[in-house]
């Protein structure tokens, strides 16, 4: 399995910026897909950004513009640079991998959670 540790977050301003690290260890097989999802309490966890091995980027609506998903293949860690945020981002932050091991059989793994907090 592999290891996600994410890092970076904590409290900010509304319009201030953070930006978060997940770095994964663990595998020698080709994490196809890096992203970031968060929950809000009593939400359900949503996708905010993800991106493919070959960089290909998918944001949600509610972040573009402001978000800026990138991956370094040689370090193995993906980041979230977090610009003009806002309340409604609050929220833990998880990173997610996956990749395929085998044609019919993948992992999906998550990290821990980091917290984002954004005061008014």
């Known amino acids: 399995q592999v290891q996600l540790v994410e890092s970076g977050g904590g409290l900010v301003q509304a319009g201030g910026s953070l930006r978060l690290s997940c770095a994964a260890s663990?595998?020698?097989?080709?994490?196809?897909?890096m992203g970031w999802y968060r929950q809000a309490p009593g939400k359900q966890r949503d996708m905010v950004a993800t991106i493919t091995s070959g960089d290909i980027t998918n944001y949600a609506d509610s972040v573009k513009g402001r978000f800026t998903i990138s991956r370094d293949n040689a370090k193995n860690t993906v980041y979230l640079q977090m610009n003009s945020l806002n309340a409604e981002d609050t929220a833990v932050y998880y990173c997610?991998?996956?990749?395929?091991?085998?044609?019919?059989?993948?992992?999906?793994?998550w990290g821990q959670g980091i917290q984002v907090t954004v005061s008014s």
């Open positions: 997610n991998a996956y990749y395929r091991y085998s044609p019919s059989s993948s992992y999906n793994g």
């Open positions: 663990g595998t020698m097989f080709r994490i196809a897909v």
